[in-house]
C-alpha cells in the first residue's frame, strides 16, 4: 500500500511538472518566482523585516509599513548599489582614472555595480555578502552601448569588497569592508533609495538644517551636497522619521528627480565640481583594510 501511495504522489507531481512545461508562459513565471525566493534573504525580528535580494537592500518594513524605494518604480531601477573605486560619471574623463600602476577604464560609480555577490552566510538577524575582483580582469560594462561608448571595465588593482547587514530592534546596521594592496586609490560611495510619500512634502535635516525636496531636484544630476556631517534625518510625512548615521564616509549627496523617492548617499568625495579630474591625486588611499558603516534608524 504505502509503495502504490508513493507512486501515485510521485506521478502526481511529474504531471504537474509537464503541465506547467507544455504551458511555456506559466512555467516561465513559476520558475523565475522560485528563483527569485530562493535569492532573496529576510532578517527579522518583533518588529522590522528586512529583504535582501543578491546583496542588494531590497526592502526595510516596521509593522508592515514599507521605507524602501521599490525597484523598477517611477525614479530609479535600484533600490541600492555602491559605488566604487569611483563616484559620478566619468565620461567627463573620457572614461579613464590615472593611477600609479597606469589608467583604467571605469563607468559611472565604478566597476563595483556589475560584479556578483556570493552570499557566505545568514540567519534571521544577519547576512554577509562578498565580491572579489582580480586586477586588470575586464568587466562588461551594462550601461554600453546605449548609455556608455566603452564596452568593458577594468582597473589594475585586486580587491574584495563585503557587505554585512545586522537587524536590531528598528535599526538595521550595513558595513563595508574593503580589502586591497595597501596604498590603491579609491572612492566610494554607497547609493540607497528611500520611498517617500509622493507629495514633495518630506524634508532632510541636516545640523539644525532644512532641505526641502525641491531644493534638491533643483540641482539636478549633480545631486545636492552635504559635506563633513556623518548624520542625517528624513522628516517622513505617511511614516516614521528615519535617522541615517554613518562613518568613515563624512560626506553626503541627496539626489532625486521625483516626489516618491529620495537616495540619500554616504560619499568619501563629492565628485561633481566641474573643474575636477579623475586621478589618483583626488582618491583617498587604502589602508589595506578600510572599514565603513551606514546605519538606519526608525524614530
Not at 507512486?7 to 513565471?29: A, C, G, P, V
Request: glycine share 6%; net charge positive.
Amino acid at each position: 500500500m504505502l509503495v502504490l501511495f508513493l507512486n501515485k504522489i510521485d506521478k502526481l507531481q511529474k504531471s504537474k511538472i509537464n503541465f506547467l512545461k507544455n504551458n511555456t508562459e506559466i512555467y516561465t513565471i513559476f520558475t523565475k518566482s522560485l528563483q527569485k525566493m530562493n535569492s532573496i534573504v529576510y532578517l527579522k525580528n518583533n518588529n522590522c523585516e528586512v529583504a535582501i535580494e543578491k546583496g542588494e537592500f531590497i526592502s526595510f518594513k516596521k509593522e508592515g509599513l514599507e521605507y524602501i524605494h521599490q525597484k523598477g518604480s517611477k525614479g530609479w531601477g535600484n533600490s541600492d548599489i555602491e559605488m566604487f573605486p569611483v563616484i559620478g560619471p566619468t565620461s567627463k574623463n573620457k572614461y579613464t582614472i590615472h593611477t600609479k600602476k597606469g589608467d583604467a577604464t571605469q563607468d559611472q560609480h565604478g566597476l563595483l555595480r556589475e560584479l556578483e555577490y556570493v552570499l557566505v552566510s545568514s540567519d534571521e538577524k544577519k547576512a554577509h555578502y562578498i565580491k572579489e575582483y582580480q586586477k586588470n580582469t575586464k568587466v562588461r560594462n551594462s550601461k554600453f552601448p546605449k548609455k556608455s561608448t566603452e564596452k568593458d571595465l577594468s582597473w589594475p588593482f585586486d580587491f574584495t569588497f563585503e557587505k554585512k547587514f545586522l537587524l536590531e530592534n528598528n535599526t538595521l546596521k550595513i558595513d563595508f569592508i574593503i580589502t586591497s594592496n595597501k596604498g590603491m586609490p579609491y572612492m566610494l560611495g554607497y547609493h540607497p533609495a528611500f520611498l517617500l510619500s509622493n507629495s514633495g512634502k518630506e524634508t532632510v535635516i541636516v545640523n539644525g538644517k532644512k532641505i526641502t525636496l525641491s531644493e534638491i531636484q533643483d540641482v539636478g544630476h549633480n545631486a545636492y551636497p552635504v559635506l563633513n556631517t556623518e548624520k542625517i534625518v528624513l522628516e517622513n510625512i505617511n511614516r516614521n522619521h528615519l535617522e541615517i548615521s554613518t562613518t568613515g564616509f563624512s560626506n553626503f549627496m541627496l539626489w532625486t528627480q521625483v516626489e516618491n523617492m529620495l537616495c540619500i548617499e554616504p560619499i568619501t568625495q563629492y565628485t561633481s565640481y566641474t573643474d575636477q579630474k579623475f586621478s589618483e591625486d583626488n582618491m583617498r588611499l587604502s589602508e589595506g583594510k578600510n572599514y565603513f558603516s551606514f546605519k538606519i534608524k526608525i524614530l
